[in-house]
């Protein structure tokens, strides 16, 4: 197909892609454009003046909600969770290399954590926690729930990247005396470095959007995506709109720095091969 | 789950370990490395689920659970005509929003893999399409309001145009409002696997179907198709599990006019009817875990990563 040119197929293939492009980004600009509004400008069209009235009245409104306490948290629990995703996933992926009794379940737990429904887990560690006679605790039950969601990635991706990675690397690396240790810290690591990255930006970006596994573990302090979802029953203006436009454009950040990351670092990988 | 990785495929199984005392320090070493991953699944996910179970068999009353075993949390949900209509209505709404995201994924994923010819293309292509998933469903979700409301987009375009004299009711609020956000927010689960099954398919295979005298329509039906089944069943997985234990689409978008199942379990949870939502979470487990045993028999998840 790829010599050929481009017939009727690719042309109508292309204008469905590019609908879908418009149906995934589509509404997310509607609230883009809303969230400037003017002051009595409403949740629909036709925007009524255009102003940054929204954004001044999320940082002073704090009867409704805590944003700016919500945001932190919400930041602080994502770095925490893509930390801990990173390095348990790459050493579980490690761990994977080699057979070992149990490697088979837990491989299938791991694809468990995928499939139990959020809010299982949230009622799950709830109950747990109040019948251990623990708090509920954005940073101690959330934590854990985030996690059981973010693993099952990290994992499946560092065993597809291992699946890949061919162990003649680390042999010639032996065979010039490097120890277990310098081959994994100087050969591997450098290797799969741009899908650690990828595992820490889906680390990250799952645990600072997740809702439903929040529910009964965030305990007394809410995290952003529920003081959002609180917000969907009780706000009626557009400081919804404004909120949203804040973490969106905070998450893009996020995603345009790392995938600059993880380009720059393949970049560095092949200038490295002679 | 991430960028198309472009090397071959190679076991990653090493060796056997020809000297014992090593062999040993290493599978001393997997298990340490494995064990974090253990500990954590263990406590926050395997120990709240065996929780769950046994709190289903558990009295309570308006204020707190008592340690018991009774069987009426389920006898009381599975004798609900309310039950069975909500687990059709979920059952429902899984087999559409499965129908469409799995015939969109797949021309979305056609189009990616046997199209676009260079590979930085096919990757920022990718990247348009991942790059909604990683932010936020509930902002993604409340998008739609002022696109399909009574004063939205789509209704004053209506009017404006004279197609309707008035405001078309049904867009928001509705079931069709609810799958149509499902299908906005889980589609790319269904891209993104079976885009990586067609990138892995010989493009020789496709040369010899054409050599042989295959048309077009046949090369798809016969050679593509089969070929990407896998990735078809992983995509089915997530999105199938996905659209089961959804709470917050369904209460959104249905403005609280269409209920599911684990929507009820939420109702039941903040009326703190937990072991109620337990049964109901039992329930519902056994279902999806049915399910997704039937996916994995089509597909083995390990050969396909």
Known sequence: MREERRSGTFWLLAGFFA????????????????????PDGGLTFPLNGVSLHWFANLLEQQAVGDFGGSFRRSFALGLLVMAVTVVVSLLAGLAFRRRFMGATVLFYLSVASLVVPSIIVSLGIG????????????????????????????????????????????????????????????????????????????????????????????GTYNTLPLELYGMTTNVTTPVLYALGTVTTVFSLLVILVTVGMITALRRRNMQARP | ???????????????????????????????????????????????????????????????????????????????????????????????????????????????????????????????????PFLTSNIIRMISWIPVLGRNGLINSSLIESGL???????????????????????????????????????????????DAGASGPQILWNVVLPLAKPGIAIGTIFVVTLVMADFSTVQVMSGGQSASVALMMKNQMSLLQYPAAAANAVVLLLLVLVMVGALLRIVDIRKEL
């Open chain 1, 19 to 38: 609908l879908f492009v418009l149906f995934l980004y589509g509404p997310l600009s509607a609230i883009l454009i809303l969230s400037f509004q003017g």
């Open chain 2, 1 to 131: 789950m991430s960028i198309a990785f472009d090397q071959p495929a190679l076991s990653a199984l090493s060796k056997a370990p020809s000297n014992p005392l090593r062999g040993r320090a290493r599978s001393l070493a997997s298990y340490l490395q494995a064990a974090p991953l253990a500990l954590i699944l263990g406590f926050f996910l395997l120990l709240p689920l065996v929780m769950i179970v046994v709190v289903s068999f558990w009295d309570y009353d308006f204020a707190q659970m008592y340690p018991d075993f009774v069987t009426f949390n389920y006898s009381e949900t599975l004798t609900s005509w309310v039950t069975w209509k909500t687990y059709l209505n979920t059952l429902k709404y899984a087999a559409l929003v499965w129908i469409l995201t799995t015939t969109i994924g797949f021309t979305v994923a056609y189009f990616l893999a046997f199209h676009i010819r260079t590979t930085a293309m096919q990757t920022v292509l990718f990247l348009v399409c991942t790059v």
């Open chain 2, 164 to 210: 309707v004299a008035s405001p078309v009711e049904w867009l928001l609020y509705s079931d069709f409002a609810v799958v149509l956000a499902m299908v906005h927010l889980y589609t790319l689960f269904m891209v993104t696997p079976i885009f990586n099954t067609l990138m892995r398919i010989d493009r020789a295979l496709i040369e010899a179907a054409r």
């Open chain 1, 127 to 218: 109950v747990l926690f109040s019948q251990l006679g623990l708090e509920p605790w954005w940073l101690s039950s959330a934590f854990g729930a985030h996690l059981t969601w973010t693993l099952p990635f990290g994992v499946l991706i560092m065993f597809a990247v291992f699946n890949r990675f061919s162990p003649s690397y680390e042999e010639a690396a032996r065979d010039l005396g490097a120890s277990s240790w310098q081959s994994f810290a100087h050969v591997v690591l450098p290797m799969i470095l741009p899908s650690l990255v990828g595992v820490g930006l889906f680390g990250f970006t799952l645990s600072y959007d997740e809702f439903a596994r929040s529910l009964m573990t965030a």
